[in-house]
Each structure stands twice: as C-alpha cells, then as structure tokens.
C-alpha cells in the first residue's frame, strides 16, 4: 500500500494535532503535526534529507497572525471516522510562528516542488485564495469541512487536481483575472525602458541605493540619478518603493550581485 504523508500547520496547536489524529485514522495516511510556520519549514528540510518527503503540506491562511486566546476549533467528532466536520471546539491556545499562510506556501514551492499545499481557511476570500493559487497552492478548504471532503482533495490534488469550493471560483476567477490584466500593463511600461534603464531597475529591486548601484555599473552617481529618475517618468511612479513593486508585477527579478557587472556609459 502506498502511504500519503501528510504535514499539518496551524497556529492553534490543539487543531493541528486533531486533525492529524483524524487524518491519520485513515490506513494510507502518515501525518505529522506542527504549530507554527518555521515548524513546518524544519519539519520539510528534516524529511527532505531524510529522503521521506511529504505529500501533502495543508496550512493555516491565518499562520502568520496570531489568534486570540479562546477555544481553537479541532476535529474531535472527525477522530470517531463518522465524518462529521472537522472543526468542532476544543480548548486550545494559539501558537504564534513566522511565515504566514500564503508567504509560507510560495517558499514551500520553491524549496519542495514535490509537495502539494493545500491551505486551510476559516472564512472564505477570493482575493487570498487567489494568491495562495499564484504561490503555488493547489487548493483553498474551509476549515469547517467534513473529513471525508478534506480526504478527497488530498487525493484529488495528489492527482494534479485543483480544489477551490465551489462559492469561491467566480471570485478567484475574477482576482486572477485583475491580476493578468495588472500584470500586463506593468510589463508593457517595462518594455518601454532602455537596457540601461532595465539593468537599474533591475539594480532598484535588489535593494541597491544610488552609490552601491553607481559601483557596481561603473557610472556616476549623477548619471545613476539620471537613470532612476527616467526609470520612474517611464513608469509612471514617483518613489522607488512603487517602482520595484511594479517591477515585480511584472515579473522583473533582482539583479544577480553574484555575477560580475556590465561596463557602460
């Protein structure tokens, strides 16, 4: 039999280790619970040099706020297998842990591209589940699901699947499709710049100031001044800050300080 191994990350700490006891009643299921964020993340690296990855990494929207101190919900009808929702009130209190829930599900795309996140949310929103799906999530569950539904989307997204409920696709239909849209006008006032004014931008988003990015082009301070000042005319922005968030929309990524820089005028 092939076993699913599932990682469990919720703030409240009670909920996570329930649900990882309901999840793991199930005979094909292994789960491991942890409380916070950077939890999660030790718990990824140990099993990844381990070489026993994880299937499934399910996270809490809310990880990286911290939730008041009242009873935190926890799957304890789940546990008795009758699949009743898995979000009934136990006491519990919250435990605090860095990335937050989405932040957290692009870092675990990056680093543990094998693993599937589905996040876990106590209230439904388009516009994070939307971004939990540009981070790389392959689903978006309401806490308060059944454990019987929760089991089918571990599967299904084990299956290549995307699982979104159905109350949510019109929304996340709608934030994905502002977000192409915004992301295309940023890219068109990005092709306007010239590879100098490119490279600078380039120079701005990895956090360069005007000396330290005068050094690394062999330019001037006044012609980097120049430069950023063109940068931002072209694209529309008046600080620095606006335009490297630009920039990223548009998928302009920091300038590689590894490699050596370019000579030029």
């Not at 989405?102 to 589905?118: E, I, N, W």
């Amino acid at each position: 039999m092939v076993r699913i191994r599932v990682l469990v990350a919720d703030a409240h700490r009670v909920f996570a280790e329930s649900l990882a006891a309901a999840l793991a009643a199930e005979p094909d299921v292994d789960v491991l619970p942890a409380g916070s964020g950077h939890a999660a993340l030790r718990s990824l690296e140990r099993a990844a040099a381990e070489g026993r990855r994880f299937d499934v990494f399910l996270v809490d929207a809310d990880l990286d706020r911290e939730a008041p101190a009242v009873p935190a919900p926890a799957p304890a009808q789940a546990v008795a297998g009758n699949g009743a929702s898995p979000a009934a009130a136990a006491p519990g209190a919250p435990v605090p842990g860095g990335p937050g829930g989405v932040s957290l599900t692009a870092r675990v795309r990056a680093a543990h591209p094998q693993t599937r996140t589905v996040v876990l949310a106590a209230r439904d929103d388009p516009a994070r589940a939307a971004a939990a799906l540009q981070a790389g999530a392959f689903g978006w569950v309401a806490k308060d699901s059944s454990l019987s539904r929760l089991l089918a989307v571990i599967r299904g997204v084990l299956r290549g699947e995307t699982h979104l409920p159905p109350a949510l696709l019109t929304g996340v239909l709608r934030e994905l499709t502002a977000a192409r849209e915004h992301r295309t006008e940023s890219e068109q006032l990005v092709e306007s710049l010239t590879p100098r004014e490119h490279e600078v931008l380039r120079c701005m988003v990895a956090g360069l100031g005007r000396k330290a990015v005068a050094e690394r082009l062999y330019l001037s301070p006044h012609t980097v001044r120049t430069h950023m000042q063109n940068v931002l005319g072209k694209l529309g922005v008046h600080s620095t800050l606006a335009a490297v968030a630009l920039a990223r929309r548009a998928g302009v990524g920091p300038v590689d300080l590894g490699e050596p820089a370019r000579v030029g005028g």
